[in-house]
């Protein structure tokens, strides 16, 4: 399984952006998905995830009520909406594909990893 993320770039703080991640395969549809990111000189750090029903979502905190992750199936394919975007946002994100249907925030519950996509926010 192959994951293509896009939709990084440059943005003002209190800007927004669109991440989107495709799977190749069909294997994201019964599977959950996630977005995590990685700051320079930090820690990968879990973002968002969705179950496979789309129903469920996590959201670690710095991000809630700003950021939404939703999926369309049918195109195999996983979003992040940001809002709100503040520097400490910036990283490279990465999405991922979980073993299981359930959301989970453990990077070690997703097998599949996209190549991130830069996302910069300038003050």
């Known amino acids: 399984v192959q994951l293509q993320a896009s939709g990084g770039g440059v943005v003002q703080a209190g800007g927004s952006l669109r991440l989107s991640c495709t799977a190749s395969?069909?294997?994201?549809?019964?599977?959950?998905m996630g977005w995590f990111r990685q700051a320079p000189g930090k820690e990968r750090e879990f973002v968002a995830s969705?179950?496979?029903?789309?129903?469920?979502?996590q959201y670690t905190d710095s991000v809630k009520g700003r950021f939404t992750i939703f999926r369309d199936n049918a195109r195999n394919t996983v979003y992040l909406q940001m809002n709100s975007l503040k520097p400490e946002d910036a990283a490279v994100y990465y999405c991922?594909?979980?073993?299981?249907?359930?959301?989970?925030?453990?990077?070690?519950?997703?097998?599949?990893w996209g190549q991130g996509t830069l996302v910069t926010v300038s003050s």
């Open positions: 991922a594909v979980a073993r299981g249907s359930s959301s989970s925030s453990y990077y070690k519950d997703h097998n599949y």
């Open positions: 395969r069909r294997t994201g549809s019964n599977n959950a």
């Open positions: 969705i179950g496979w029903r789309g129903s469920t979502t």
